[in-house]
């Protein structure tokens, strides 16, 4: 597709003009304009967004666990001042944070700065794309008359997001609370 020039590779989001002509990977990796995808690929990828959103925060979890533990914090404010001494770090430490095509970097293995770059990299920027990703395809859907997901126009965009939080912490907790 060629760039019509209405938006920019590095523009701030959300885009709030021309939406229709938002770029739109269709399954295949083809780029399409929003309004040359029909609504069910739109509600997927909407979808998709929101339990991406929940990974990425689930790995967060571990990144503020494992800074914290090396800071030498005592409590993770990020899980409501949880106490780092109810966490069963040993097993945290196996988890694995960064892939390549052969292989994965267990948390132990990166250094405090790869440790907040992934963090970093997370909470400011790709959660913040995915957000502004749904906040479009929430606004194309309901201008088209599409409710789906469901739990989406139920909830919106916030709380919905919210809750894909909530889970991704009792998650966390679940598999790492001693």
Not at 8 to 24: I, K, L, T
Not at 85 to 92: A, F, G, S, T, V
Not at 159 to 174: P, Q
């Amino acid at each position: 597709m060629k760039s019509s020039g209405t938006y920019s590779q590095a523009s701030p989001y959300p885009m709030s003009h021309d939406n229709e002509n938002w770029p739109v990977r269709g399954q295949t990796g083809r780029i399409q304009t929003l309004k040359e995808v029909d609504a069910r690929q739109i509600s997927g990828a909407a979808t998709g967004f929101g339990r991406t959103v929940q990974r990425l925060t689930y790995v967060s979890f571990a990144l503020f666990v494992e800074i914290a533990k090396r800071n030498g914090n005592t409590t993770i404010p990020e899980l409501d001042e949880l106490s780092l001494d109810n966490i069963n770090y040993e097993k945290l430490r196996a988890y694995p944070v960064v892939f390549t095509a052969t292989s994965y970097t267990a948390l132990s293995n990166l250094s405090d700065v790869e440790l907040q770059r992934q963090l970093t990299g997370k909470i400011e920027h790709a959660i913040p794309t995915l957000l502004n990703q749904l906040t479009i395809y929430y606004h194309e859907l309901e201008q088209r008359g599409c409710n789906h997901p469901e739990s989406l126009f139920e909830q919106g965009i916030d709380n919905w997001i919210g809750n894909k939080k909530d889970f991704a912490k009792s998650e966390f907790l679940r598999d790492y609370l001693i």
